[in-house]
Structures are given as C-alpha cells and as structure tokens.
C-alpha cells in the first residue's frame, strides 16, 4: 500500500518503513525493509555487524539518503525535498556509541547549548530544563562537571540529556553501550529504561539481549540489508525459526 500524505493521529505510526532500498554505489545496504513503529513503543534492531543497523537508523533522521520506498514519521515523508530537514530532526533525538560533548563545556552547557543556540529559546528556562534533565538521567550533582571528569557511562548520560532538551518525540539509539566499560553499561541502560518507561518511543540498536529482551516491545533481526525475523521478544528469543537468527543468538546469548 502506498503512504498518503495526510493528518497523522497516534492511531498511526509514529515512523513507518515501506520496502526502503539504500546503496552506497554499487553496494546495496538495505533492500527492501519495512516496519512501522506505534507512538510509545520501544523497537530493537539487532544483527550482525555490517548488516544495515546504523544505516537505517540514519535514514529514519534523514543523515542518509535512500534510494527506493519510503520513510514517514508522523505521517510526513521524510525523504521528500521539501521537508524541513531541522523541524524533522528536532522530532527525533539520536545518540551514538561516541558521545561527543564539547570537552570545554560543564554537563549542564552541554545540555543547554542547542535549545539555546539553534532553538534561541529563553536561556532562564532552558537552564531549569536542562537541570531537570540532568536528574532524570541521575546526574544530580554533576552539572558543572566537564565531560573529562565523568565517566563514559556518565558522559553517555549526558549525551542523551542534551538530546533530550530539543523534546523529541522519538529517541534513535545507535550502539550507546557498545563502548563503555562493563561497569557502566547499567546505568546508561537504567537511563533509557526510565526514558521508555515514561512512553518515550524508541528505536535502539544493541548488542544487550537482556536490555532488549526485558524493554523491547518489538524486536527486529538483520541480516545484508533484510529484516530475516521479528516478533515481540518472547517469541523472538525462545521461537526463532530462522537460522542466521538462531545462529546469531547461539553466539551472544
Ligand atoms: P551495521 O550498523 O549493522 O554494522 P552499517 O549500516 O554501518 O551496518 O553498514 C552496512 C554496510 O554499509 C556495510 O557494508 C558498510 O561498509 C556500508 N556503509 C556504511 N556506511 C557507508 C558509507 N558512508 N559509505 C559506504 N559504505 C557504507
Ligand atoms: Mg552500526
């Protein structure tokens, strides 16, 4: 069925993939993948490295182009030239595996400097917000800490806190964990816990199967470029009938 463009109400969904097609030249990255994710809900993407995860993930904000089907979030094409690239990217928050704070800025100016600067929203206002976000992801007490002092659990902390102050609608994770020390993998994971929690929709690529076998309401599996399974990780976990799947999990779980 062919998107239409029209009111979006939360009986739809939030972000909906129809038979995306992406290459980089000649290299076909994703090749033909579909889903559709509700307002609210909270979707892990897993599979083997190479196999499209952060591609897709990019093409959901639009920091990568695609070449066939189609990609709405909140009934709006994103891949359509005469949408506001900024509007669109103000919706949807996205945090990586580097978390790239500004080294000469406390926690706190990290978490203010977009709303302030490309927003140019009242900085009195945006400090209490940033404050607040500061404590919802358990930093209460590091606010004029610089990145250098925290640790990467905390600085990923803050990552999603300044990703957090544009007040997305939907929060893309790409490997957030992947780089920090066992020790401090929890907390980053407590943190996106509450996020979901609170009815955040999420798209988070991991490696953590427990995380995503206890927050996801949706698990995705990627193989080249193809969705090869999905269900509700109760399926997903103990019933995979494909094999690359069960292989890939008879190698991390
Ligand atoms: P994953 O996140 O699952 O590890 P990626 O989406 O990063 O996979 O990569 C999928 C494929 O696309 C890989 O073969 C990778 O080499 C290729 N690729 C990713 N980004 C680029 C790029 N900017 N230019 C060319 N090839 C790329
Ligand atoms: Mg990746």
Not at 11 to 31: C, E, F, H, W
Not at 79 to 101: C, E, P, S, T
């Amino acid at each position: 069925m062919a998107h239409t463009e029209g009111r979006w109400t939360e009986a739809q969904p939030i972000v909906s993939l129809k038979d995306v097609r992406k290459s980089y030249g000649t290299v076909q990255v994703l090749n033909g993948i579909s889903l559709d994710i509700m307002k609210g809900e909270v979707v892990c993407i897993i599979g083997p490295s190479g196999s499209g995860k952060s591609t897709l993930i990019r093409c959901i904000n639009a920091l990568a182009d695609i070449q066939g089907g189609s990609i709405q979030v909140e009934g709006q094409e994103v891949h359509d030239a005469k949408l506001d690239k900024l509007a669109l990217r103000k919706k949807i928050g996205m945090v990586f595996q580097q978390y790239n704070l500004f080294p000469h800025k406390t926690a706190l100016q990290n978490v203010m400097m977009a709303p302030v600067k490309v927003l140019k929203e009242n900085r009195v206002e945006v400090e209490k917000r940033a404050r607040e976000l500061i404590r919802k992801v358990r930093l209460e007490g590091k606010e004029n800490s610089y990145p250098g002092e925290l640790s990467g659990g905390q600085q990923q902390r803050v990552a999603i806190a300044r990703s957090l102050a544009m007040r997305p609608d939907i929060m893309l994770f790409d490997e957030v964990t992947a780089a920090l020390d066992p020790e401090t993998v929890k907390e980053v994971l407590v943190t996106i816990k509450d996020l979901a929690a609170e009815g955040m929709t999420c798209i988070l690529v991991t490696h953590e199967m427990g995380f995503a076998r206890e927050v996801a309401d949706h698990i995705y599996f990627t193989d080249k470029g193809v969705i090869v399974e999905h269900g509700p990780p109760e399926t997903f976990f103990t019933n995979a009938s494909d094999p690359r799947t069960r292989q890939f999990l008879s190698q991390v779980l």
